[in-house]
């Protein structure tokens, strides 16, 4: 008899989720007390609404748009949009967070259509949009990506022929730097063709869409294969696919390439998308992935050429990821510039190397590269923080200018222009 009358009360309660009835018709009369229920759900139903909530004694519950959510009361608090606690002209927080009572539980809540109204202890009112708290939410956030993208191998990025933007365009419409910056964002790299074949510019080029990022290079650089730097980018050898500065705390963001003139044969670029190769590793051997993205590794580049004398270390894992919704952002890749393995147990270290190979057999695949010819007159922009890329061998003169630009001022002007960045 106990379980048809436990199983009829899931019924209801499975029914009050749904929003068909309210709490009180949960309550059964011949149900004894020594079995007290700890549910106190509060709901609202309608057409166009279907809405749950519960108020614990540690966090606010809210089930609304298929999504269960949970909220901190200091957060909740903290949040507050009221004119008092935030400067909706500065869009900047006017309330001081330490003030907050950490042990703070509002005294009311309610909700209107759909507004949520929290009364706090001292009589201030705080409310929320329903479809802001599900936008802000941890929950919300970690169904959702931050940056949208298309990975890609050598055969889907021909396929999807994507289009060039024209210098002119580039320059002097919005059409066109957005054409470009979606491009961008979506694939790791774009091109910007008919450019005049000079550093000048290729400058003008890059400050249109962001400042450009000084580094020990210089602003813009500007080189041969006359070794005048101790890199090996400064020479006519091949080099294996990287991410550039590695060894700078944060990485530049955005690579600019212009070969001004080639004088001989070979040179093409490799280009190899770094997150493709990984979403690979993630899919076949999810484990090395994680470790890949736990082990922090130090970058160095020493260098005593000239006038020129720098000592850079940058440290990080190969794979970094958003921890709330596991979103690869960077990938910090050179087998050229990383430095001795000091950060890791030996047992660590080991699997780590395991790791390491799988992926770089995966960026070494074949089908995953795409070779492209520099030539005058054609930009290329690279997503140092995605795309990797190398370079055959060549022979005779060859000029190449270019720069790093900021990536918060990219995706800045992006953002500016209604993409998702």
């Known amino acids: 008899m106990w379980c048809c009358r436990f199983s009829h009360l899931q019924s209801r309660l499975q029914d009050l989720l749904r929003g068909r009835v309210t709490f009180s018709a949960l309550q059964q009369p011949n149900i004894k007390s020594s079995f007290p229920l700890a549910i106190h759900w509060h709901h609202t139903a309608s057409k166009s609404l279907n809405c749950v909530w519960q108020q614990h004694k540690d966090h606010f519950e809210l089930r609304y748009a298929d999504t269960v959510m949970r909220f901190d009361y200091v957060w909740l608090r903290d949040h507050c949009r009221s004119a008092s606690c935030y400067n909706a002209k500065t869009h900047q927080r006017s309330l001081d967070t330490a003030s907050v009572d950490l042990c703070i539980q509002p005294k009311a809540i309610r909700l209107d259509e759909t507004t949520l109204f929290f009364t706090w202890p001292d009589g201030h009112v705080t409310k929320y949009d329903l479809d802001w708290l599900v936008k802000n939410s941890y929950e919300g956030q970690k169904q959702k990506v931050i940056q949208p993208r298309i990975l890609w191998n050598a055969e889907i990025y021909q396929k999807a022929q994507v289009p060039s933007v024209d210098f002119q365009s580039f320059l002097?419409?919005?059409?066109?730097?957005?054409?470009?910056?979606?491009?961008?964002l979506l694939y790791g790299i774009a091109f910007v063709e008919n450019v005049p074949p000079t550093q000048e510019h290729t400058e003008k080029l890059a400050e249109r869409i962001s400042l450009i990022r000084e580094t020990i290079y210089g602003r813009m650089w500007y080189f041969t294969s006359d070794f005048s730097r101790g890199d090996t980018a400064y020479t006519k050898l091949a080099l294996d696919r990287h991410t550039d500065t590695t060894y700078f705390q944060e990485p530049c963001g955005i690579q600019v390439f212009h070969c001004l003139k080639h004088e001989g044969t070979g040179g093409r670029t490799l280009l190899v998308d770094g997150f493709y190769a990984a979403e690979q590793v993630l899919q076949k051997a999810p484990e090395e992935f994680e470790l890949l993205s736990q082990v922090p590794l130090k970058h160095e580049y020493i260098e005593n050429v000239g006038e020129c004398h720098n000592h850079m270390i940058g440290v990080g894992p190969v794979l970094n990821i958003y921890p709330w919704n596991k979103e690869l952002y960077l990938i910090r890749y050179n087998n050229y510039d990383r430095a001795v393995i000091n950060t890791a147990?030996?047992?660590?270290?080991?699997?780590w190397y395991t790791a390491h190979r799988t992926l770089t057999t995966e960026l070494r695949r074949p089908e995953n590269e795409f070779w492209v010819k520099l030539k005058p007159g054609r930009v290329l922009f690279i997503d140092n923080w995605r795309i990797l890329h190398g370079r055959e061998s060549f022979t005779g003169y060859r000029q190449l200018c270019g720069c790093y630009l900021t990536r918060d001022d990219v995706l800045n002007t992006a953002r500016l222009l209604g993409l998702q960045a």
């Not at 002097?172 to 491009?183: D, P, S, V, W």
């Not at 147990?345 to 699997?351: C, E, I």
């Open 172 to 184: 002097e419409t919005k059409e066109g730097l957005k054409n470009f910056l979606q491009n961008f």
């Open 345 to 351: 147990p030996y047992d660590v270290v080991h699997r």
